[in-house]
């Protein structure tokens, strides 16, 4: 999450004083309106140590803002304790609850903690009513910056909050409707594969608009020659995947996304359940329905999607390529808070590149040439996970929007399902 | 929880219609008191497997009038969500949801849940109105058992939620003030044992009057000649235990008990908090303070009980033992229902026998001579435990008053430590 | 292991210096020849955590006779490193090598733990040769202590061997020939059950004779009316309770027995192994052969053996049932050192009592009424370890000749499979 | 492991029929001289799942040329049995014996290994004496495969047999004489970095000459300009990294290295033993020993190794900048069974580049861009384990004499200690 140095001297629509007031409050009233549907209960559980509690996002969202810009320009709001509760990982900071036991924290309680968010939205505006310029010029870049976060959260709170109510017995739906980017269908009346020559690139963001420190510098890699599947692969696909027996063969996958398999059961994507020989039903937001076969596939790991690949003689694209094959749709290089641009319905470059699923790549999270992590705590932000995690690109149907970027390095373990993660294939020329 | 056959023959105060119409009602009304205090988030969660959410507890013991009452004699008001979410372990009931998993289950609310109680209870009342004679007769026992069941449950709650708040960083208080028998001083004025001579005596629960299973049949068992504690162990005998490296030295605990104690970094009873060197607090349901060297000890597993007595040269009692020498204080052999005798202050039995804190026994839980647990799905309550745990015996701060008898035998694994566990001491003569 | 003060007061054979001195050598020579048909590399493996490798047997059973004979009365031949590696779990002497990683030790090798076995044999000569008679008369205990100790590890030899070699995918035996008591055949051509009339009966060892220290002091219990099986539980008896689905159905199951059966996927005795559907073979120390359905099922589990009784509408006897039914068929209260008796072939009593299986019992291995174990280091051999087991009776095909005694006390957790236990029943009158 | 498939049309020394014949009965023969001081107890032991016993590397080792060759050109020597046994992790081939649980496998004994060795050879030879020149072309490159193979367990004994003998209590030596090039003194007379402009470079194997297939295809990359360390970083400097606090500040590690330093408890480089405060020894093939200032750092995690760059203001190399620093000082592109050359003394290059210690880089272990595994079952031998891995590059003083290339990827998990791993830093411009 590291500022470009020279991001400020840039005048860019967007990011005025007012605009981005505007942007602050309409993104702390999304988070709310995300969780609107859910009770208090429903707020306070975790249902597994990689997922956090709704009221614990609540919480922890309002504290970087509290812990980055008020702590720093104006007065915390928050005291010890609540320091202590809503760190999620800044040693630089202090110490932290154990992320593991958030789901034991009922007090504060849920109206406690929004009226914490509050207490932090008054003072955030409190404090723009009132900065001076070399102060707003300060705290301009690390409240985008708690923008930014702020919508993470939004996307990990929907995913957090399937996990939960899929493992409750009674698969209650989140919403009767959900607009849902995932069933974006593919309508395949083109050529399967896009092809790309060799050629020295350019990869990563931009010094100018906004960008996560991981995404810089912009700098210069070689790309062979390759292709890059027009299309997401589909649910039809998994399908045939899946009746192929590439559940059962081991030939088609990494030797730890094998043992993976066996020792965690898989058998289809996550949420999806049999409920009859060859008849496959899934789990959504808006509950349990049929699998449909032309719908993108979604929550399968990495380990999964790279056997998959293998399966269809294929892998999976490096992020390099990714990237290069999605700038054929991506209207500018290095934009940020831009609404997301409408997936070319049959234009000439890939389909479903952003708003569907994440797509994972077959490039290992790590340092770009030169990359330098903030000072200071939030250096932490990004850097200190560059390990045993992959990269997925893209964006998926639960990602607010405005949030996506062409740049944009998601990353999670390669046996992580909970995430809204598809696939799109690759393969040399 | 057999019911014995002859029970009904005899006419007892307490077990007619509308005595037990009311036992009924009070016990509902008591267990709904006793969550007042919790919030939804508080009543929803689990801190660890062992425990349970306090939501659940409610749905449970209404689910066990609906299954063991109402399904039989008239209609049940859960269908099968509900009977798979509260069925604790009963499988000849059917499947259950997995135990360490109660605190993922948000929906029903604990609105619902309240609704859920409340349509047992005038169920309930419904079916007493209407009733024969013989359904009468055939129910009335299992009314007593469920009344007695739930009085189990909430001393469950209130141990489940110490341990719930004890996990929060806060450490809030249940409540500000709470009628605590643990605080029960032990005045020390008299010798400090009892002497008792080998005897064939009569242990076990008569055939009248109300008893769970496992307190049955009474039948003889020889004891030979023992001495007992007048009083409990306090925590100025625990505190003297630690500063004489009771729990560095091996030699005073059983092989299992010193490698559980390694293993979980056991230096003082749960709940113990070391401000600094020397000085003690306690975790209570009223909150944070100091550890009084007079009160009894509690929240010690069997494990720290046992090297306690080896390190002060003693023992812990039998079973037998300390019911032969419970029985000096306890009015009359077999009664339930009753209300909990005064410990007598100064009388010539031992002291702090009931309403302090339960006393572990020296007895592996298992089935007395001639033991049947009751047929169908009730033979599951008590039976199926008869390994891996200690008897306790006497009764609590937390028992519901009117739930202890002479012959209850309570029952946890040696490691166990949140119950509200403490010490009487025993030797050989 | 205590030895009673008054043993030596009384003269009786078996006991003198040259006597004593013939049963050690004897016992030594006895556990090189078990040892003899196993490789150096056989004897260093250790195949799970609860066994040891043979090598370290061998080299612990000469180390007790060294710390406890030769340190005390003569000069004790290992050095520190040896005391580390060979001390079991005597925490009194020192700290141990950790148990889980005996056969990492392979050095010392083979031929350097026997060249210690010879040494310490010799000293122990040695010091017969020239011991005063008080000396003597302080060691001659000792002594046959060791000895005792020594014997038990021969059955452990045997037990852990048997457990690498089914460990090996190619079934390896351990001798073509061996004597097999688990095939002693049951002639069942008298009343199954044997019945007993409630009664204050005498338990336990006597002063005189040897006996190890859990066995003592001799005292009162009181036993009900109850019946005992004559003869032992068949492989066929067990293959009706497999056929009945017994591994399959909860409700014959101790709650904790049952979540392990289904942790560890039970659905037969260990080393039965399933060659088509019905068709079972038995891996013995002779190899891989089939199940016969007239020997005594062997290798069973406490809560197997708890299941099966349930299933067969009994229970398992108590450890003073057992005894006083086996007293009909021992010849002498309190021997030891003794030839074991032949099994009566037909007559009055009980079958199979010794040299066919362990029986396990229904009682928690706990301590007498007024144990008090050995003072120093030999009181950890016992006393430590009576928590989480389940005491056994008899003895087994495997246990050394005259190793036997009726007030014998065997004891293992209740999940062990690799001792050589099985199932007698009893049931109430 | 894939063979280029122009490979044997270009003639080049070394690859001869007599040439390669003498190769793989030198290999065969070095194997058996590590072996050589160890007993049949050293060579039976498995002391972690990560390693192996020596007796399986012999087999195994065996085994590779009697499936890969003799199976497919001759008549195989192996039976099911043992194909089962030291069949590794070929799944396309067959079942294996778990992993873990090698070392339970004392039978066949090391005398029936050594014979299965020696049938091999001689099978080996005598198909060497009869191929037709069709049969010989086919089966040089699997011969080539099979030496490189059994060179790499050659390693792989040594580091099992050190972690073996470390886990002895008495921490025996292997030999009291070893050629450590681990003790390869760092001169330091030059400047410590060496600079490199940015370039599209060459990285990887060409067609000609022996390669792993994961060395392969020969590609362009794009470097950016850096610095990289001249020497390799030193037990002195690791010193001084543990002084500044290095294991217990979280700001130097990823948070995935930092919870594991901790969940192990790292507080120094494997085989380091703290033998008074400030005084380190050193576990070694020789045995115990003083830690010398001036050695490089060997037995480092990964973790380890980027905590301390970060903390040493700078990072580890990429594999491309690390192949394009060693391309200085090795003689020839793609060159394999050559001779290792001398690390120039003083020369412009890099020193300590092999022979010394494998250095771990900053590169994730994937497929080199238009990667393709061998066909058939040699395809697992590399390519399924890219995924959770990091390259090592260069060598050890422990890696066959011959075996080094500039190309060569070595892999190991982030945690990974046993291995001879080092580090050399880098740097951007």
Redesign the interface.
């Known amino acids: 999450m590291q500022m470009a140095h020279g991001e400020l001297s840039v005048a860019r629509p967007g990011t005025g004083r007012e605009e981005l007031r505007s942007a602050f409050l309409e993104t702390r009233a999304a988070t709310l309106k995300i969780t609107a549907p859910l009770?208090?209960?429903?707020q306070?559980?975790q249902?597994m140590p990689d997922a956090s509690p709704a009221?614990w996002h609540l919480g922890h969202t309002s504290w970087f803002f509290d812990i980055f810009l008020l702590s720093r320009f104006s007065s915390p709001v928050a005291g010890p304790?609540l320091n202590?509760?809503f760190n999620s990982?800044y040693?630089?900071i202090g110490a932290q609850?154990p992320r593991a036991?958030r789901?034991?924290?009922?007090?504060p309680?849920?109206d406690e903690v929004r009226a914490y968010r509050r207490e932090v939205d008054a003072a955030i505006c409190g404090f723009l009513d009132v900065a001076s310029d070399p102060e707003w010029n300060a705290a301009a870049p690390l409240l985008k910056l708690g923008i930014q976060h702020e919508q993470q959260h939004q996307e990990l709170i929907l995913m957090d909050i399937k996990h939960?109510l899929f493992?409750?017995?009674?698969r209650?739906s989140y919403l009767p409707e959900y607009p849902s980017g995932a069933c974006m269908l593919a309508a395949r009346r083109q050529a399967p594969w896009l092809e790309f020559k060799?050629a020295?690139v350019n990869i990563g963001a931009l010094q100018e608009g906004f960008a996560f420190d991981n995404e810089r510098p912009h700098?210069?890699?070689?790309t062979?020659a390759f292709r890059v599947g027009r299309h997401l692969v589909t649910c039809g696909d998994w399908l045939a995947f899946m009746e192929a027996g590439g559940y059962e063969r081991?030939?088609f996958?990494?030797?730890?996304?094998?043992a993976t398999a066996q020792a965690e059961g898989w058998r289809a994507p996550l949420y999806w359940s049999m409920q009859a020989p060859g008849r496959w039903t899934q789990f959504t937001l808006t509950g349990e329905r049929e699998v449909r076969p032309r719908e993108p596939v979604c929550h399968v790991s990495?380990?999964e999607a790279?056997a998959f690949a293998r399966w269809a003689g294929a892998?999976l694209p490096?992020e390099q390529e990714w990237e290069r094959a999605a700038g054929e749709v991506w209207p500018e290089k290095g934009t940020s808070l831009h609404p997301m641009p409408e997936p070319a319905a049959a234009g000439p470059g890939p389909q479903q590149v952003f708003g569907a699923v994440w797509q994972w790549t077959?490039?290992?999270y790590?340092?770009y040439?030169?990359f330098r992590p903030l000072e200071g705590a939030a250096g932490e932000y990004n850097g200190?996970?560059?390990?045993?995690q992959m990269v997925l690109r893209g964006s998926a149907c639960v990602t607010p929007p405005g949030h996506a970027r062409l740049t944009y390095r998601n990353f999670y373990p390669?046996a992580a399902r909970w995430a809204f993660s598809g696939v799109r294939l690759a393969s040399?020329v």
Not at 253 to 258: C, I, V, Y
């Open positions: 009770s208090a209960e429903d306070q559980v249902s009221k304790q202590h509760i990982y040693d630089t609850h036991r789901g034991l924290i009922t007090r309680s849920l939960l493992s409750n017995p009674g209650p060799e020295l700098h210069k890699a070689w062979h081991p030939e996958w990494l030797s730890e996304g094998w990495y380990y790279d892998r490096t077959a490039s290992a790590g340092p040439p030169g200190k996970f560059m390990s045993g390669p040399d």
